[in-house]
């Protein structure tokens, strides 16, 4: 059977307006789609990140609205389920929050989509953080048949491991075609601080480490170290990230789990480090006590069976992402700032 194409196709992104799903979206564009819709209720994202093209099709909501699932096609040819509650910090604030938007709507999709007789692809956006092993020792890659602990750090991972168990349950009971795309921790272009709705924390503004560190580091202030930076993860680039996503659609095998990973461990403080370095920022760290929630100690993920079955693996080094990521940061200055400023006021009122 030939490989799948992309060309003359409906494909839905779910959270499409978010950092992943936005830079998925314009490589999407670039495929000759018939139609591309984004589905996103902006709760974590922001309405710059959609591309201005007339074949996108965007549409405000929550997937797990009903009026927005019944407002979808019946013809979708690919599906990308990229929402969540982000991340773990807010799911522990509020973990109904995260049900509703990280467990709750993967359940309603699937449940929807599993009447359409023509989808070629649905592809689920699973964390490797939720099946990597705890430790600080020594860390070995990560790969897909990893055990998977009883006891998690946070609702987000759970939620995260709930969406894998039912799209596994479509796959077997209905025939979806489901595919898992586990992420390491990716970083680059979009990931706008503080975009969405205020989620009860300061990680609404302050998210991922790297956009943290890089937006820190050019304002010369100390880069916070958690554990004294000894933690390590696998970072890789949104735009590998989003050529992984198009490849486990076009030649993922229905019911498998792939790695979408560097294959490379850096430790958080080599991170911070080479940051600094970038942007010649010469304060000195922020060395602090470990997090009293965090157990996930050091991770990277396997590539073998995604560079085997997907034909992928990751273009980008880290220090050359790291630079795109500084120069989009810089000449996004003012879009950022917007969407920072917009929760001042719950930030000075925080307890």
């Given at each position: 059977?030939?490989?799948?194409?992309?060309?003359?196709?409906?494909?839905?992104?779910?959270?499409?307006?978010?950092?992943?799903?936005?830079?998925?979206?314009?490589?999407?564009?670039?495929?000759?789609?018939?139609?591309?819709?984004?589905?996103?209720?902006?709760?974590?994202?922001?309405?710059?990140?959609?591309?201005?093209?007339?074949?996108?099709?965007?549409?405000?909501?929550?997937?797990?609205?009903?009026?927005?699932?019944?407002?979808?096609?019946?013809?979708?040819?690919?599906?990308?389920?990229?929402?969540?509650?982000?991340?773990?910090?807010?799911?522990?604030?509020?973990?109904?929050?995260?049900?509703?938007?990280?467990?709750?709507?993967?359940?309603?999709?699937?449940?929807?989509?599993?009447?359409?007789?023509?989808?070629?692809?649905?592809?689920?956006?699973?964390?490797?953080?939720?099946v990597a092993e705890k430790t600080f020792d020594d860390a070995v890659a990560t790969p897909e048949d990893a055990p998977i602990s009883m006891f998690h750090d946070s609702p987000y991972s759970i939620s995260k491991l709930i969406g894998e168990f039912y799209g596994n349950y479509y796959f077997t009971r209905h025939g979806l075609p489901f595919v898992k795309a586990r992420f390491q921790n990716v970083y680059g272009p979009r990931e706008i601080l503080g975009a969405g709705r205020w989620r009860g924390t300061q990680h609404t503004v302050w998210r991922n480490v790297t956009p943290t560190f890089i937006w820190k580091s050019l304002q010369k202030e100390a880069l916070p170290l958690d554990n004294g930076g000894n933690a390590s993860r696998d970072f890789i680039f949104v735009e590998d990230m989003a050529r992984g996503l198009m490849r486990c659609a076009l030649a993922g095998t229905p019911g498998s789990v792939y790695n979408l990973a560097s294959g490379a461990e850096t430790t958080i403080r080599d991170l911070a480090e080479m940051i600094n370095e970038l942007t010649g920022n010469d304060t000195p760290l922020d060395l602090r006590p470990a997090r009293d929630w965090d157990r996930s100690g050091k991770r990277f993920g396997s590539t073998d069976k995604s560079k085997r079955e997907l034909g992928f693996s990751a273009k980008v080094s880290i220090r050359e992402g790291l630079a795109k990521t500084i120069e989009w940061t810089l000449a996004n200055r003012e879009s950022i700032e917007r969407c920072m400023r917009q929760h001042d006021y719950f930030m000075a009122h925080m307890r």
């Open positions: 059977m030939s490989e799948l194409s992309f060309k003359n196709s409906k494909v839905l992104v779910v959270g499409g307006a978010g950092f992943v799903g936005s830079n998925l979206c314009r490589a999407l564009l670039a495929h000759e789609l018939k139609e591309l819709l984004i589905v996103d209720n902006l709760l974590s994202s922001d309405l710059s990140n959609v591309p201005a093209d007339p074949e996108v099709r965007f549409i405000y909501g929550s997937i797990a609205d009903d009026r927005v699932l019944a407002s979808l096609p019946s013809d979708i040819d690919f599906v990308f389920h990229l929402a969540c509650y982000h991340g773990n910090q807010s799911s522990i604030a509020d973990p109904i929050a995260d049900h509703e938007n990280n467990t709750l709507t993967s359940l309603k999709l699937f449940e929807h989509l599993k009447s359409y007789a023509g989808l070629k692809k649905v592809v689920y956006a699973a964390a490797g953080c939720a």
